[in-house]
């Protein structure tokens, strides 16, 4: 299993934007749809946004217009841009494929606090 790595979060007021990473080293990021997942307390981990191989992209309503997927398979990477944040955004941010692949272990996460 390759371990995934997440970075990137942090403590924004709203309206701001945050740019999250994810890493893969050494994996075959590159035939999964990968996606990224957010977590709150006390709920499971729920699919925010997808990105197929051939780079077409979903969203969840509630990030449509304000978060943008985007993937590097040379450097092994996912990325999540996330503009306009809402306090309702705030969550643990993970990476994984779509549905989550047994090829990849859950990261530790970054954590995303935006404050009204």
């Known amino acids: 299993q390759v371990q995934l790595v997440e970075s990137g979060g942090g403590a924004v007021q709203a309206g701001e934007s945050l740019r999250l990473s994810c890493a893969a080293p050494?994996?075959?990021?590159?035939?999964?749809?990968m996606a990224w997942y957010r977590q709150t307390q006390g709920n499971g981990r729920k699919l925010v946004a997808s990105i197929s191989t051939d780079g077409s992209t979903k969203y969840v309503d509630s990030v449509k217009g304000r978060f943008t997927i985007s993937r590097d398979n040379d450097k092994r990477m996912v990325y999540l841009q996330m503009d306009n944040l809402k306090p309702e955004d705030s969550a643990v941010y993970y990476c994984?494929?779509?549905?989550?692949?047994?090829?990849?272990?859950w990261g530790q996460g970054t954590q995303v606090t935006v404050s009204s």
């Open positions: 994984n494929a779509d549905p989550p692949a047994w090829a990849f272990s």
């Open positions: 050494g994996s075959i990021l590159n035939i999964y749809v």
